[in-house]
């Protein structure tokens, strides 16, 4: 493709999942597609298996057979949509029907395709239709299934029009192979017929270099290669049995050990002695110095039908009948036989050992190669209207699927914007009052949460069983929502696969990481209140073992000397010293409670708040802290990668994003609630009275100290200094409204200063 239309198309991108994924929303989108920056793609692999995807529609684009769709592959896919369509309005609505019209029939290619799709809907009855779907090409694919010719080149049994031809194909599968054709049924090609035949030619070559040479290979003529055989079969056990003979002539007291004992017979005596294989392991007969092998009596039991064989095949043909074999004859077999083996050991393995040559022969004698390859032209003939029905089927597919894999491959789309489930989602598992949509298929958990653990997330690997089936798989379910209290291998949920089914699942493993922020606040608190609880359970049952082993003691030293253990005296300087660092203690503990208490009530009102907030902040705000920070780590990358994709970004899951991948249980809205609950525990009072107890305790620990007159004090000051600066504040403020007032009161002093020194004046 040019520069120039490399720079023509204006992308468009939002952002999700904390990176830049591009929008493919219009055709042009999707032929420019080559265009984009591999770097800007959310992945660049998927395997084949382990997505909710149609496995059809994968295996078309897995084009190499590898297990894996790949980049190189998607476009390929992309770029002949964009060839043999006109316009993409199907595909971009995932119709599962593809209309005629928007076949590209400007080329060759489009309009062949164009007459494979009006051929398959005529073969249906459907020669009017406008449009073609998956459910036609499933009724024609069913049709192609139980057709003799599918255009693949490969011939069946089924294929043969006469029993002596199908005999024949069944042979040449049964000798030199077979191949699957397109139907899934074992069959013959092009290859395997002239390998046959070029075997047959050099099988029959071998056979005529012994019928040449006449009784020096085939001393007993056609029977030669069964007696060979025969011979095979026993030559060990002969050659095992003459030696033992030689070696008892050559020392008589060697004659015993070279015979089985009598502890062995007693043993083989306990057990089944038909069919031993112990048994066999016996000599073919009595041992002993200068001895014949003999033919009908006295033969080892589990060697009798071979020595049978022996007898009929070689003995009687070449020494007529006799009851017994000598050295010198069996070494002269031997002999007569050694230019036959010579001979076998070159025998062509094209063929393998399943024909005679009788039958060869009558083979190549024949017309039956001719006919074969008569049946694969007509199945060739078939092989481009076939191919057009193959891309006909290959462009319904993809006018379904293609926009759905990009939305999942080039970027996350379904993922992030939840109108779709993602490929990768397996399902949804329900456990512990949630609903986990993040689910994925797994192989191997081990291997998957090694990698897996980068996520960050807090995983939980569930074995799952169908109900009422032996079918079984692994998955990995992600927990973004609440806490992980409840959660621990062995527990049992639900999960719903994406079909509908229901699966019992139960942890088997979990990867441990931060739930939530609210999880984390409240995290060091239960900590602490396991580890009290775990502390005094044992420190109850360290005391009750105390308990009894004390009483076992005191028990036995009664038993022992009861008049002794009346009279033990009664220490009473122990036990007052006992009582006296009770008190201690409590006085000290008293006395740091005081001194805390103290100190809170001698800071100011507004300072308290502040201080609790301090304490409850120092203890919670590390373990807030390292949540957050690794829940905004958290990332979908490390997941996907363990199941073999291969993520070409960070695919971030932030809080509020993984907030809507668990549900957590909620009561309906507007749905009425009750809090009585009859079976609640019943309250004691015992509680009540021992808050209320050492409230009092420390209110009078502060009385006793000044710390409550101190602070009524200082509540009383800070009272009356308000109320001073509020008169203060209201005295100004009148002063500030009567100005005019105050000017008119001054002028009438005035006046009535001057008639009052009025009349003095007058009397002067």
């Not at 590898?66 to 190189?72: G, I, S």
């Not at 699957?180 to 013959?188: A, F, H, Q, Y």
């Not at 392991?281 to 039991?301: C, E």
């Not at 502060?702 to 009383?716: M, R």
């Amino acid at each position: 493709m040019s520069t120039a239309s490399k720079t023509t198309h204006q992308w468009r991108f939002f952002r999700l999942g904390g990176f830049d994924q591009v929008w493919l929303e219009t055709e042009e989108d999707i032929r420019h597609l080559a265009t984009l920056d591999q770097k800007l793609w959310a992945a660049l692999s998927c395997p084949v298996q382990g997505l909710e995807f149609d496995p059809q529609t994968l295996a078309m684009l897995d084009t190499d057979k590898d297990d894996r769709v790949r980049v190189p592959e998607i476009l390929a896919a992309v770029a002949w949509v964009s060839s043999m369509l006109k316009n993409m309005d199907s595909l971009l609505a995932g119709q599962k029907t593809l209309p005629l019209s928007a076949i590209d029939t400007s080329h060759a290619q489009g309009q062949a395709l164009f007459a494979s799709a009006k051929h398959i809907l005529a073969h249906l009855g459907k020669a009017n239709s406008t449009t073609i779907s998956i459910e036609d090409l499933t009724s024609i694919e069913e049709f192609f299934l139980g057709s003799a010719f599918n255009g693949d080149g490969v011939i069946t049994p089924l294929s043969a029009d006469n029993d002596a031809t199908r005999c024949l194909i069944e042979e040449i599968m049964t000798c030199v192979g077979a191949v699957m054709d397109r139907s899934n049924e074992p069959g013959i090609s092009s290859e395997q017929v002239q390998l046959f035949f070029d075997g047959a030619k050099e099988f029959l070559s071998w056979w005529e270099e012994a019928q040449g040479q006449g009784e020096k290979i085939l001393p007993l003529g056609p029977g030669t290669q069964t007696a060979a055989q025969v011979i095979r079969n026993l030559a060990l056990k002969i050659d095992d049995f003459f030696t033992r003979c030689a070696l008892a002539a050559f020392d008589p007291k060697a004659r015993a050990s070279l015979s089985p004992g009598l502890t062995t017979y007693e043993s083989l005596a306990l057990h089944n002695i038909a069919g031993s294989t112990e048994l066999r392991s016996f000599p073919l007969a009595t041992i002993d110095a200068n001895t014949v092998l003999p033919l009908k009596s006295g033969v080892n039991p589990a060697w009798t039908d071979e020595v049978e064989q022996l007898y009929l095949q070689v003995i009687v043909p070449l020494f007529g009948e006799q009851d017994h074999l000598t050295l010198d004859q069996w070494q002269q077999i031997k002999a007569t036989f050694a230019p036959f083996e010579a001979w076998f050991s070159t025998r062509p393995d094209t063929l393998g050992a399943g024909m005679e040559v009788e039958r060869i022969r009558e083979i190549m004698a024949g017309n039956g190669q001719q006919d074969i390859e008569t049946l694969l032209t007509q199945d060739l003939a078939q092989a481009s209207q076939i191919d057009n029905f193959d891309n006909v089927a290959r462009l319904v597919y993809y006018n379904r699927d293609l926009l759905s894999l990009l939305n999942n491959f080039v970027t996350f789309r379904d993922f992030y914007s939840q109108e779709h489930l993602a490929v990768f989602q397996a399902g949804t598992l329900y456990l512990d009052g949630r609903a986990c949509e993040l689910c994925v298929h797994v192989s191997n958990i081990d291997a998957h949460a090694e990698l897996a653990t980068l996520s960050r997330m807090y995983l939980a690997y569930c074995q799952c069983q169908r109900c009422g089936s032996t079918e079984q798989m692994l998955i990995a379910a992600a927990f973004t929502g609440g806490d992980a209290d409840n959660l621990m291998v062995g527990r049992n949920g639900i999960f719903y696969d994406r079909q509908g089914h229901d699966w019992d699942a139960t942890i088997v493993k979990v990867v441990e990481h931060p739930i939530s922020v609210r999880q984390a606040f409240w995290a060091p608190y239960k900590r602490i209140a396991r580890m009290i609880g775990e502390q005094v359970e044992k420190f109850a049952a360290a005391k009750d073992q105390a308990v009894e082993a004390g009483a076992d003691a005191k028990l036995t030293d009664m038993s022992a000397a009861p008049e002794a253990a009346g009279k033990a005296p009664f220490d009473v300087a122990k036990f007052a010293g006992i009582f006296a660092a009770i008190g201690l203690a409590l006085g000290a503990i008293g006395t740091a409670l005081a001194a805390i208490v103290g100190g809170f009530l001698s800071l100011p009102l507004w300072q308290m708040p502040l201080t609790i907030g301090g304490i409850v902040l120092m203890i919670s705000g590390p373990s807030m802290l390292i949540a957050y920070l690794k829940l905004r780590q958290r990332t979908l990358g490390p997941i996907l990668d363990a199941g073999g994709w291969a993520v070409n970004s960070r695919a971030s899951i932030n809080i509020p994003f993984g907030a809507t991948l668990t549900k957590v249980a909620e009561l309906p809205e507007g749905a009425q609630r009750s809090l009585r609950d009859p079976f609640a525990e019943k309250k004691t009072p015992w509680k009540r009275w021992a808050i209320l107890l050492i409230l009092f305790v420390i209110l009078g620990m502060a009385w006793d100290k000044g710390y409550i007159q101190k602070l009524v004090s200082s509540l009383h000051t800070t009272l009356v200094t308000m109320q001073t600066s509020a008169q203060s504040v209201d005295e100004a403020a009148e002063e500030i409204a009567s100005p005019d007032e105050d000017a008119a009161s001054s002028e009438e002093d005035t006046a009535s200063q001057d008639e009052d020194t009025a009349p003095v004046a007058a009397e002067e």
